[in-house]
């Protein structure tokens, strides 16, 4: 990271430096709130987990050359400099906001209901044809893990594409004050959280409230084919620019051929011109990601062949509709995350299999009072689409159970529908339900664990 000395990172989060003068000067090579991440001349923020309170590797860090200590409690006389703040986690916010503000550097932040990942990998590899970037990584796309990201850009990188994920209200306020993006870009409103959130118009002012910091002079981006944002008037002023596949938007796609597997192919169409491009990832939402990253090249002025090039470029990453092939199955690894927009559109993507098809579903969370009814719509999908074999794992899947029994009963069409209540369940039967050959899709919320039955699957011998 660029220079912050520990006078100047104490100023940032309004704490009380306890140090040595000569300390204070010093400038910090990384900051870090995993201790074992710790390096020479780091900035350790001992921040308290669920079951782990990082202040009690303060000592632990020191001696492995950190430079200091960021803490809520008073160490007393220690031969190490530390920072006293009320919240070290908004110390961290703190630090991470002075730290972007004093980089030149365009930020893009990304959210949504459905398919963040998807489209900022979507977006990256698009910039990334014209423009060095860093993009969020994994899961840090929340109040901890959107600072450390920001903490990670350095002199060489000009655009940073930011995943910021919420589930309740102010959240998105925070991040932005963190990320303050230069180009917003939106999604969709479905809906994911709407425990917390209520309904969807609950949803779209909890993800609009990115704008509250985003650049005045800058650019939002947002799916005009969603009824929510299509009629959102930001109070900023800023008109939005609309991505989609209704022929009215600036930004759409004509001509789109679905290869299955093997992905889609359209004419994208900008308000200046029209090319074509190859996704090579499968899924009718790729047509989406690949209009919102044409939309922000636009933005940061890239040509029609640099973004046709990172269109193309652009592939799968593990979780995210990853088709592993193995000796056995075809397995398409989805088991990142999961809400009812996302399992309907994983199943329609497995429907293009040419074999016999397996979807492994798994328990969606955070659905609200009606997750029931939710999971029951996935299971009447599943049916409909025409799947051979439904494999619905945990207590809330009974439901998706009920859904395709009833849906292919009145179908009349004949498929294998099993429910486990636990994986280990399922580990149990698995060798008697799927078949060589099968193309299997795995896919739930990221608590139920599903990477093990990927990993689990593709080590398969014999």
Not at 133 to 157: A, W
Not at 276 to 289: E, K, L
Not at 399 to 421: C, D, L, N, S, Y
């Amino acid at each position: 990271m660029k220079h912050m000395s520990l006078h100047e990172i104490a100023a940032a989060c309004g704490g009380t430096y306890c140090g040595d003068a000569v300390s204070a000067a010093k400038e910090v090579s990384s900051v870090v709130i995993d201790s074992r991440k710790a390096e020479k001349d780091s900035l350790f923020v001992a921040i308290k987990g669920a079951r782990v309170d990082g202040h009690t590797f303060i000592p632990q860090v020191m001696e492995k050359g950190a430079l200091c200590s960021i803490s809520e409690q008073d160490l007393g006389d220690v031969p190490y400099p530390y920072i006293r703040v009320e919240s070290c986690e908004q110390a961290l916010k703190d630090i991470a906001e002075h730290y972007r503000r004093s980089l030149d550097i365009k930020v893009v932040g990304i959210s949504g209901s459905v398919g963040k990942t998807s489209t900022k990998e979507m977006i990256a590899s698009v910039l990334s044809q014209k423009y060095h970037v860093l993009k969020t990584e994994g899961n840090f796309n929340n109040e901890i893990g959107l600072p450390l990201t920001v903490f990670n850009i350095r002199d060489e990188h000009e655009v940073a594409v930011l995943e910021m994920g919420i589930s309740g209200f102010g959240e998105m306020t925070r991040l932005a004050k963190v990320a303050r993006p230069d180009v917003c870009v939106i999604t969709n409103i479905g809906v994911a959280h709407l425990e917390n959130l209520g309904s969807r118009d609950g949803i779209l002012k909890a993800k609009t409230e990115m704008f509250a910091y985003m650049n005045p002079k800058g650019t939002i981006i947002l799916n005009g084919d969603d009824d929510k944002l299509i009629s959102f008037t930001p109070e900023n002023g800023i008109a939005p620019t609309y991505f989609g596949l209704d022929a009215s938007h600036p930004f759409h796609a004509e001509n789109v051929a679905n290869l299955g597997l093997k992905g889609s192919e359209a004419d994208f169409v900008t308000p200046d011109s029209r090319f074509h491009a190859h996704i090579s990832i499968p899924g009718s939402h790729m047509v989406y990601n690949a209009l919102a990253g044409i939309a922000v090249g636009y933005a940061l002025d890239m040509t029609d062949e640099e973004i046709a090039r990172g269109i193309e470029a652009n592939v799968t990453i593990a979780g995210r509709n990853n088709i592993i092939e193995t000796d056995h199955y075809t397995i398409i690894d989805d088991c990142y995350n999961a809400n009812p927009a996302s399992m309907k559109a994983s199943i329609d993507v497995l429907a293009f299999a040419d074999t016999r098809t397996v979807a492994i579903l798994g328990d969606m969370f955070e659905l609200g009072s009606d997750s029931e009814k939710m999971h029951y719509g996935v299971g009447v999908h599943a049916a409909e689409t025409g799947i051979n074999v439904l494999i619905c794992i945990g207590e809330l899947s009974a439901a998706t159970v009920q859904g395709a029994e009833e849906a292919a009963e009145k179908k009349g069409t004949p498929m294998e529908i099993r429910h486990f209540q636990t994986k280990e369940d399922f580990f149990r039967d698995s060798g008697s339900i799927l078949t060589k050959n099968d193309t299997v899709l795995i896919k739930a919320s990221h608590g139920m664990g599903f990477a093990e039955i990927v990993d689990t699957l593709k080590n398969q011998q014999g």
